[in-house]
């Protein structure tokens, strides 16, 4: 068990609440108890939301400046809690050092464009005598807050995901309830000490720990909850958006982000760069590597380097500065994983590298040209495993990468140009990265998928137009 000042609080309306009944926290590494986390009940998500409407009513007030200004002070303040926040990671979500650092720069990153983007928002004039009835009238736009957000987060990137909702929505003038994994509290609750050191006005930000079906269904049905932006799974999304009716809804699921590599001058690098995107955070990441495609005269070659590559990486205790990949956030993801790859072995696909588990952890894992209805091929592993495989010509390479039920991102590495834009018109995802993987994203750019990806898009100048309501005005001269 957990010890007194171990036991977490409710952050409502300002002040640190405690639960009536708790969870013990445990590392998906050691499996010892880091923390005991309030399971909030539907009173107290519904105080919450009270809370959050009186709240929204302050964000309202505050000028453009004054909202880019508390966001300027939480970026500053995560700098300075900087390897806080990472050994949070390290502890909550099994992330390993070097990456959970790497998680809370883009946080602060996140934030700076937040603060940015809260000077940005703003409508247009309308040319009103464009039409035979608009002469003698004037017209503009103005983007308003919504007023309160629901956001729930999912636990691989748990600071910076819960940074593209807050972000925006306070960039906006809105209050945020804010339910993070039941894996991954902690850094929702660091998030709200920083930002009531920050100045957030009382009830702008409100955070509640539990059990999903408890608080999702009371946010995603309450009136006054105006949006939910959500990431996690299809099954969750779904639920949610049948759920949330006419509320806005943003949703960022599943992928099994595929590359294909037509052309290189360096394979090398390209090989090394596709380790980078497969087994980064034990593959538990929206945009992973999931599916390799390589022209048939480069696969062989391309195989030996991936996994000479891949053999170099260092797994073990997140902690350490060494590791590269650690436990996957359940020992039962490591199981299902697991059968999938005992599956594939069966059916006489040839394991390249791995296949094997250690705990919660799994080795880095690589199959040749696994079969399109392995799980592999067609579901979302979020494990650290792939699928290498060799095609014959470009028509079949784009086939097999739309041949999927996901579409976020996709990566093409070729140094042909008509390819290169044949790829951007003809791959069904959100985004097609060239000359790179499928596993880049920078924190301003438009993030989303299409398929069972989800619907909307982050990135803060994006989420900013979708936490907010257009108004257009009209006056008679």
Not at 227 to 244: D, I, Q, R
Request: a negative charge; aromatic letters at 6%; glycine letters at 8%.
């Amino acid at each position: 068990m957990g010890t007194d000042s171990d036991k977490k609080k409710l952050f409502i309306g300002g002040e640190w609440k405690d639960g009536n009944d708790h969870y013990n926290l445990l590392s998906p590494y050691s499996g010892k108890v880091i923390a005991q986390v309030p399971l909030a009940e539907k009173d107290a998500v519904l105080t919450a939301i009270d809370c959050a409407e009186r709240g929204a009513k302050e964000m309202r007030k505050l000028t453009a400046l004054e909202r880019s200004t508390i966001l300027e002070r939480a970026a500053a303040l995560f700098q300075e809690r900087l390897e806080e926040c990472a050994f949070i990671l390290t502890q909550e979500n099994a992330k390993p050092l070097k990456a959970a650092r790497g998680e809370i720069l883009r946080t602060i990153e996140t934030y700076k464009f937040a603060a940015e983007e809260a000077k940005r928002i703003h409508g247009e004039t309308i040319p009103m005598d464009a039409a035979k009835n608009g002469k003698g009238r004037f017209a503009y736009t103005k983007r308003e807050p919504l007023g309160v957000i629901a956001a729930i987060t999912p636990f691989n990137f748990p600071f910076n995901l819960a940074a593209h909702k807050l972000g925006p929505a306070f960039a906006a003038g809105n209050a945020v309830i804010l339910k993070p994994a039941s894996q991954t509290p902690l850094s929702a609750i660091m998030a709200a000490e920083i930002f009531e050191e920050a100045g957030l006005p009382k009830g702008a930000l409100n955070v509640v720990t539990g059990k999903g079906s408890v608080i999702g269904d009371v946010l995603v049905t309450d009136p006054r909850i105006k949006m939910v932006t959500f990431t996690g799974s299809v099954e969750v999304g779904l639920g949610l958006k049948e759920k949330a009716g006419l509320k806005k809804v943003t949703l960022e699921l599943g992928s099994n982000s595929a590359v294909i590599i037509d052309s290189v001058d360096d394979l090398d690098a390209v090989a090394a760069r596709c380790v980078e995107g497969s087994f980064a955070y034990s593959g538990q990441v929206c945009i992973s590597i999931q599916r390799i495609y390589v022209q048939e005269d480069l696969h062989e070659a391309f195989l030996q380097k991936f996994a000479e590559k891949a053999k170099e990486l260092t797994f073990g205790n997140p902690e350490s500065e060494d590791t590269d990949l650690s436990a996957l956030i359940h020992i039962n993801e490591a199981k299902r994983v697991e059968g999938w790859i005992e599956a594939a072995r069966a059916a006489g696909t040839e394991i390249v590298l791995g296949g094997t588990r250690t705990g919660a952890v799994l080795h880095p894992t690589i199959i040749k040209n696994a079969k399109p209805a392995e799980a592999l091929s067609c579901q979302e592993a979020f494990a650290p495993i792939v699928s290498v495989n060799a095609y014959k010509t470009w028509d079949d390479a784009i086939d097999l990468v739309n041949d999927s039920l996901y579409g976020l991102q996709a990566g093409v590495y070729t140094t042909s140009m008509p390819k290169a834009f044949d790829a951007v018109d003809r791959l069904e995802v959100g985004g097609v990265i060239v000359n790179d993987i499928p596993s880049f994203r920078v924190d301003q750019m438009p993030y989303g998928g299409v398929k069972n990806s989800g619907t909307g898009r982050e990135g803060v100048k994006y989420s900013v137009e979708e936490m907010t309501e257009l108004k257009l005005a009209v006056f008679t001269l």
